[in-house]
Nanobody, 113 residues
Framework: QVQFVESGGGLVQPGGSLTLSCAASGFVFSRVTMNWYRQAPGKEREWVAGISAASSFRNYAGSVEGRFTISRENAKNMVYLQMNSVKPEDTAVYYC??????WGQGTQVTVSI
């Protein structure tokens, strides 16, 4: 079955960097556009970034454009989110997905002094 396992979250100071990883399984990963989403306390889940199946196209939410980079390794069924110059407002649980109804447990990112 479809499964996503996110990792790499943690506590980071403002201005710092963090790389999130997502291991996907249960579908033909190399044919699916993958996305990162996040959900902050008390807010709805929002889309953060997306990457096409062959990495030809990448898109970002305006709030992270220029700071975050999405990438993928189709041979390993992995998708990544490199987070640079993080801000307190980036604090959230981060999820990856390929437009499926099943979600992983997410990984918590906390940006704080």
């Amino acid at each position: 079955q479809v499964q996503f396992v996110e990792s790499g979250g943690g506590l980071v100071q403002p201005g710092g960097s963090l790389t999130l990883s997502c291991a996907a399984s249960g579908f033909v990963f190399s044919r699916v556009t993958m996305n990162w989403y996040r959900q902050a306390p008390g807010k709805e889940r929002e889309w953060v970034a997306g990457i096409s199946a062959a990495s030809s196209f990448r898109n970002y939410a305006g709030s992270v454009e220029g700071r975050f980079t999405i990438s993928r390794e189709n041979a390993k069924n992995m998708v990544y989110l490199q987070m640079n110059s993080v801000k307190p407002e980036d604090t959230a649980v981060y999820y990856c997905n390929g437009a499926f109804s099943i979600w992983g447990q997410g990984t918590q990112v906390t940006v704080s002094i």
